[in-house]
C-alpha cells in the first residue's frame, strides 16, 4: 500500500523559511512524478510545484524563486524549501505522487497535509 507522509509545517513569521519533506513508501519511488499543492479553507486545491522522474522542475507563479523543490530517490522522499515566505502562503500543504502508464490506469496517491502558517 503506497503511503505519503508529509511533515515540517509550522508557524514562521514572514521572510521565514521552512522546509517541507514527504517521504513515499509502498511503491517505486523513482518511477513516480511527484507535486506539492496546497490549499486554503474555501479554496481550491492549487499546484505548487512539480519534480518529474528526470528531476525536470516548475513553479506556479507565485512562489517562482522563493521555493525549491527537490527529490531524493534514495530516501524515498520529496522537498519543497520554502524561502522569503509571505503571509499568503500560509495553507495546508499536500504531497502527490503519480505514475501514469500506457494502457493502464493512473496511480495517484495524496499525503494527508501539513499546515504552514506565516504570520508575525
Known amino acids: 500500500q503506497v503511503q505519503l507522509v508529509e511533515s515540517g509545517g509550522g508557524l514562521v513569521q514572514p521572510g521565514g523559511s521552512l522546509r517541507l519533506s514527504c517521504t513515499f513508501s509502498?511503491?517505486?519511488?523513482?518511477?513516480?512524478?511527484m507535486s506539492w499543492y496546497r490549499q486554503n479553507t474555501g479554496k481550491q486545491r492549487e499546484l505548487v510545484a512539480t519534480?518529474?522522474?528526470?528531476?525536470?522542475?516548475t513553479y506556479v507563479d507565485s512562489v517562482k524563486g522563493r521555493f525549491t523543490i527537490s527529490r531524493d530517490n534514495a530516501k524515498n522522499t520529496v522537498y519543497l524549501q520554502m524561502n522569503s515566505l509571505k503571509p499568503e502562503d500560509t495553507a495546508v500543504y499536500y504531497c502527490?505522487?503519480?505514475?501514469?502508464?500506457?494502457?493502464?490506469?493512473?496511480?495517484?496517491?495524496w499525503g494527508q497535509g501539513t499546515q504552514v502558517i506565516v504570520s508575525s
Open positions: 519534480v518529474t522522474t528526470s528531476l525536470s522542475t
Open positions: 502527490k505522487g503519480e505514475l501514469h502508464s500506457i494502457g493502464g490506469p493512473a496511480r495517484i496517491y
Open positions: 509502498g511503491s517505486t519511488f523513482r518511477i513516480y512524478k
